[in-house]
């Protein structure tokens, strides 16, 4: 039971650079999230898709855009990184649509900007 | 405007004493609220949550949280440490009567010494 998959788990990449991270759940949930986790300060969310074909701005959307491919997978792409978005990106998941229940985590991609 | 606090970054308790992690939160409506748990190097995982009914909620490894509406508070507690509950604890509060989405406290690392 695979639950959130991250893509990738580590990433290197210099000021400038652009890069996507990758999710996917196969629990057929319809909310997906992702969330930055910075020391201190908690997680913040970036984005979020409530429904399949549905995007909507969080907490900290600037320098990311996302993209929800299909009712499995949701994708958060930095087109050109900065150093401040050195942080840990988690994706995921929820079967109801506000908040009620429970999110499910992907284990985290750990981005470093050089 | 929701928000949520962990007035404390670390806990420390011996094995086998009760614990207890603070949350007081702040919303203009009935919260939602949730208790999640991270291990290292592993994104959060569900404990428990709040969304109306008994004051006291049951959860996940032996842990329950209090709901007190005058102290705007949600703590975290479980009667008997053990060792493994040596993790990452975060607090999270919705305000249902609004459109945005969780918002996480900044996190209280629970220490356990056997």
Known sequence: NAGVTQTPKFQVLKTGQSMTLQCAQDMNHNSMYWY???????LRLIYYSASEGTTDKGEVPNGYNVSRLNKREFSLRLESAAPSQTSVYFCASSGTRWNTGELFFGEGSRLTVL | ???????????????????????????????YLFWYVQYPNRGLQFLLKYITGDNLVKGSYGFEAEFNKSQTSFHLKKPSALVSDSALYFCAVRDPGSARQLTFGSGTQLTVLP
């Open chain 1, 36 to 42: 930055r986790q910075d020391p201190g300060m908690g």
């Open chain 2, 1 to 31: 405007a929701q928000s949520v606090a962990q007035p404390e970054d670390q806990v420390n308790v011996a094995e086998g004493n009760p614990l207890t992690v603070k949350c007081t939160y702040s919303v203009s409506g009935n919260p």
